[in-house]
């Protein structure tokens, strides 16, 4: 796996203040090394590219990086990344999320990004719990689970926000963890060269809270947990609904074509003309 101090070098920005706001074992580091290295292996410039923000954890990445970069309000990525698209149309625009940002106050704006098949690169952080502000309930927290805002128990059902996407009309769909990184460099480099709205959800427990709440002690046990309940989209289809119960279904689980939102939108554009 590639990862040089050059190419630390030449995608972060040296001015910011190191190490990172990220709590120590947190996977949005890993994310963000992921996110490098399929930029860097794609050989695009990083003129190539707007890389835009919501608020939250995640929400810092783009500090970070030596892009074209927005960081933006809570839930509102995607409508400020649809403008950066329509108006600068040669961008490769990716939005970074949580998944508070991305299915909370977000969750109309994801939705409809979908429908219109706008072309963006979504990366989806899966927390499973609000990080940044004490560990609060999230729409993917487990049902059942103890929080700051549940302290009997979650009474709501968790979103898989994959099959939300999915049915949302989404041209690309993948998931992984961030445990199983060198899948996670190449379902990002896929959905960057994917036309349309791609999205790929990265689970990425919150190591603080979601470790505390759920008794697992440290990043490392987060981690292994990942490796021993990841299951291949492949084999997953020949599973039951019990046996794939609390286990973590990765890999690609959408590829298809369709007309993008800027296509037909250039196309009225030269018929009205």
Known sequence: MKQTPQLIHRYLRSSKRF?????PGCGIGILLGALVRAIDEGGYSKDDFMLV???GCSGRLPVYLDFNTLHTTHGRALTFATG??????HLKVIVVMGDGDA???GGNHLIHSARRNIDITTIIVNNQIYGMTGGQASPTTPFGLVTASSPYGHLEH???ISKLVEAAGAVFVARSTVYHTKALDGLISRALKKKGFSVVEVMAPCVTHFGKMTGMGSPVEMMRWQKDNAVPFEKARDMSTEELQNKIVTGVLVDIEKPTFHEEHA???REVK
């Open 53 to 55: 923000s919501g608020i």
């Open 84 to 89: 950066i698209k329509l108006a600068k149309p």
């Open 103 to 105: 299915s909370s106050i």
């Open 158 to 160: 968790p979103f898989d």
């Open 19 to 23: 190490p990172h706001v990220w709590c």
């Open 267 to 269: 196309r009225i554009w």
